[in-house]
């Protein structure tokens, strides 16, 4: 035990020496190195490249060293379209404050602005990224951290587009503060347990704002996704935290604010769901715990297509959706206590702000609609209100069991 610690101490000795003795080589068009390929070559373990105010017209960068490389003033890394522009295959390296653009298309290649490859302890920051195929593509990575950058495409059609921030077999990653748009899917994880997504803004984007599959373990928050394609994609997965999130304007025929589908032992807590087509469409997916959520104007604010059991829906606000909560089952395993619903229409003679009389959120209509989507002209027609009352009071179509028994008289702050 005595000789490992030795060893140990003087492991971390030689690697501190080592830091203390990294050198800095500057990179500019009158420099002495010219290029950031050349500069990589020449450079030794934890030196400090800094590349200077301009444009360097390179691609298939390799940093196979620890390294940091930092722009000043935002050089511009040009690939001319030509394939891959910075790959990394090192431990420990951080590459900050560069302007990447033009990154090549291919049909059988993911070609990225930034690929990292196998490694661990990273940092890719403050990183402007325009012009690009994929942006950020993290693959077999560990213990990274993707902070403050922009990645703004010009994706047109999803067959010749890729993802701004792709994660594919990664673990432990912290994906902070970043701003993606016009790409396919804004956010993409793939088999990546263990990570943070917070403080992203993902809009504008042609699929998906969020997208991840087999992923498990995650924490989303304080993140925005807003007029996407599709909206959120959520499956395969399970133990994921969604907490405080923005799902805003995904309209659209197969749009929606949030897709579940097989997901299980999740906390959905503390989101917003405004002014989609459908707020959350959830399928096959049990144990979730939904609360605290407002439901802002949305088309559907829930709409549960099957195979979803013991799931919570305690204290959230439904406000003003055109419908609540759809079912296409007469079953009911789920839970609905305590939320506010706009369209409640009770009364509260105790006045101990919990409605006297329970509240059933599924209407007759909204089955009817799942079954013949052309009827949704007659939305707002009396004879609606009509079967809606019938339904109500003798449930046939709709789960008997399916109310929340403690109504809210306010709305929840």
């Given amino acids: 035990m005595k000789n490992i610690k030795v060893f140990f101490t003087l492991f971390l000795w030689l690697l501190c020496l080592q830091m203390v003795c990294a050198q800095r080589i500057e990179v500019c068009k009158d420099c002495g190195i010219t290029s950031l390929k050349e500069a990589i070559l020449k450079a030794k ?30 050089p511009v890394i040009d690939g001319e379209l030509k394939g891959e522009i910075i790959t990394i295959v090192s431990d420990y390296v951080t590459v900050d404050g560069l302007f990447i653009i033009n990154v090549g298309t291919s049909y059988t290649e993911d070609y990225a602005a930034i690929r990292v490859k196998r490694s661990k302890h990273f940092e890719i920051k403050n990183l402007v990224l325009e012009k690009l195929f994929f942006g950020i593509y993290l ?42 748009q016009h790409v396919r899917d804004g956010i993409y994880l793939e088999f990546s347990d263990d990570c943070i997504i ?77 002014e989609n087509t459908i707020g959350i469409n959830i399928e096959g997916s049990n144990r979730i715990v939904y609360k605290n959520n407002d439901f802002i104007n949305n088309g559907w604010a829930i709409k549960v297509r099957g195979a979803c059991y013991t799931n919570q829906f305690v204290g959230n606000n439904f406000l003003y959706n055109s419908f609540d909560i759809s079912y296409n089952s007469n079953i009911n395993d789920n839970v609905f206590d305590r939320n506010y619903w706009s369209n409640y229409t009770g009364y509260d003679l105790d006045k101990n702000g919990i409605g006297d009389v329970p509240y059933r959120p599924v209407k007759l209509f909204s089955y009817i609609v799942n ?21 109500k009071v003798s449930p046939v179509f709709t789960p008997d069991n399916l109310m929340d028994n403690n109504p809210l008289i306010k709305k929840i702050p």
């Fill in 371 to 391: 079954r013949t989507p052309e009827t949704i002209i007659l939305l707002r027609s009396l004879f609606i209100d009509i079967i809606d009352f019938s339904e």
């Fill in 198 to 274: 917070k403080n992203n803004v993902s809009t504008n984007n042609l699929r998906y704002g969020l997208h991840f599959m087999f992923s498990n373990n995650d924490i989303y928050e304080n993140n925005e996704f807003s007029k996407n394609g599709a909206g959120v994609a959520v499956m395969f997965s399970k133990k994921i935290k969604m907490y405080n999130n923005v799902f805003k304007e995904n309209w659209g025929t197969a749009s929606y604010g949030v897709l579940l589908k097989e997901i299980n032992d999740a906390e959905i807590i503390g989101n917003t769901f405004e």
């Fill in 139 to 180: 693959e077999k990575a560990e213990d990274g951290k993707v902070h403050n950058n922009k990645v703004i495409g010009q994706a047109i059609q999803e067959h010749n587009s890729g993802n701004a921030i792709q994660l594919w077999y990664s673990k432990k990653i912290s994906i902070q503060n970043n701003i993606v």
């Fill in 45 to 74: 373990d934890y030196d400090t490249i800094l590349v200077k105010k301009g444009i360097y017209k390179e691609y298939n960068i390799q940093i196979d060293k620890p390294l940091t490389i930092i722009g000043e003033n935002y």
